[in-house]
């Protein structure tokens, strides 16, 4: 079973920075697509980065050009570089394999935007 465990999250400014990382033990890591996703209070959680096995990266348009993800594939490790912050970006940010399938999730961490 595979385990992931994210961090980073916090309070952050409108225009300011935050890096998350996410571990994942359990699994050949890098034989796997990772994402990150996102829950927004009272909303859908929704996909905003993939990382493909091959390297390529995909983003949502609402985070493109301003969110970077990245794996370490030696440390079984995913980040999530986020940039010029705005306040509709807050939420519980998780991370995760793409497509999810029956995976379970991890506890996610917070990410607040605000002045």
């Known amino acids: 079973q595979v385990q992931l465990v994210e961090s980073g999250g916090g309070l952050v400014q409108p225009g300011g920075s935050l890096r998350l990382s996410c571990a994942a033990s359990?699994?050949?890591?890098?034989?796997?697509?990772m994402g990150w996703y996102r829950q927004a209070s009272g909303k859908q959680r929704e996909l905003v980065a993939v990382?493909?096995?091959?390297?390529?990266?995909n983003y949502a348009d609402s985070v493109k050009g301003r969110f970077t993800i990245s794996r370490d594939n030696a440390k079984n490790t995913v980040y999530l570089e986020m940039d010029s912050l705005k306040p509709e970006d807050t939420a519980v940010y998780y991370c995760?394999?793409?497509?999810?399938?029956?995976?379970?999730w991890g506890q996610g961490t917070q990410v607040t935007v605000s002045s």
């Open positions: 995760n394999f793409v497509p999810v399938g029956s995976r379970s």
């Open positions: 359990g699994s050949i890591f890098s034989s796997y697509s």
């Open positions: 990382n493909t096995r091959d390297g390529i990266t």
